[in-house]
């Protein structure tokens, strides 16, 4: 299995541009996750899915868009790219819920200058 | 309200010396407590997780962490630390119960360092 697979790797975009962030999973998980992870801040959850075509609001989902079309994929779209957006962001996925143990991709580094 | 809090930014420790990188936790009811590890440039890995039952829970790599209950914390220890620990480690809380509206709190992460 390949777990949890995140492209790109890094990115930069300028302000006010567009982009989306890919997550696939192939280990058939219910749940899937995007956090960001900023300096002292530890991880904020963004959006998270509790199956195909559910999707619900976490900490910080202001700017950001998801969507569930299929169990496996859970891209997150930045409508309008800002300089607070500039974070490391980790897609996870997980087979029943939070309380089960999350399975971490390995992350998209994006920059907006 | 879900909170976590690591006191420490960083823990430095010699190779072979116990380590212990502490967390406490604030939650509604009992809580499902974790730790994830971060190497370098990659995501986290789970080490452990406490629900229930035993206050001292063994995971990965060695680690071990204790739930003490009416000091709300979670602290992770190691009795013989390794250069390869060096990382940066989270201590995560979710309380039982919570359905779909309870959510995973991440602290902030406390960067081990392990001298030779």
């Known amino acids: 299995n390949a777990g949890v697979t995140q492209t790109p790797k890094f990115q930069v975009l300028k302000t006010g541009q567009s982009m989306t962030l890919q997550c696939a999973q192939d280990?058939?998980?219910?749940?899937m996750s995007w956090y960001r992870q900023d300096p002292g801040m530890g991880l904020r959850l963004i959006h998270y899915?509790?199956?195909?075509?559910?999707?619900d609001q976490g900490e910080v989902p202001n700017g950001y868009n998801v969507s569930r079309s299929t169990t496996e994929d859970f891209p997150l779209r930045l409508l309008s790219a800002a300089p607070s957006q500039t974070s490391v962001y980790f897609c996870?996925?997980?087979?029943?819920?939070?309380?089960?143990?999350?399975?971490f991709g390995p992350g998209t580094r994006l920059t907006v200058t | 309200a879900q909170s976590v809090a690591q006191p420490e930014d960083q823990v430095n420790v010699a190779e072979g010396n116990p380590l212990t990188v502490k967390c406490t936790y604030s939650?509604?009811?009992?809580?499902?407590l974790f730790w994830y590890v971060q190497y370098p440039n990659r995501g986290l890995q789970f080490l452990l997780k406490?629900?229930?039952?035993?206050?001292l829970v063994k995971g990965s790599y060695g680690f071990e962490a204790e739930f003490n209950k009416s000091q709300t914390s979670f602290h992770l220890k190691k009795p013989s630390a390794l250069v390869s620990d060096s990382a940066l480690y989270f201590c995560?809380?979710?309380?039982?119960?919570?359905?779909?509206?309870?959510?995973?709190?991440f602290g902030q992460g406390t960067t081990l360092q392990v001298k030779p």
């Open positions: 996870a996925s997980s087979y029943r819920g939070f309380s089960y143990e999350q399975y």
């Open positions: 280990m058939n998980h219910e749940y």
């Open positions: 899915s509790v199956g195909a075509g559910i999707t």
């Open positions: 939650v509604s009811g009992n809580p499902y």
């Open positions: 406490y629900i229930t039952g035993d206050n």
């Open positions: 995560a809380v979710r309380a039982h119960g919570s359905g779909n509206t309870g959510k995973l709190i």
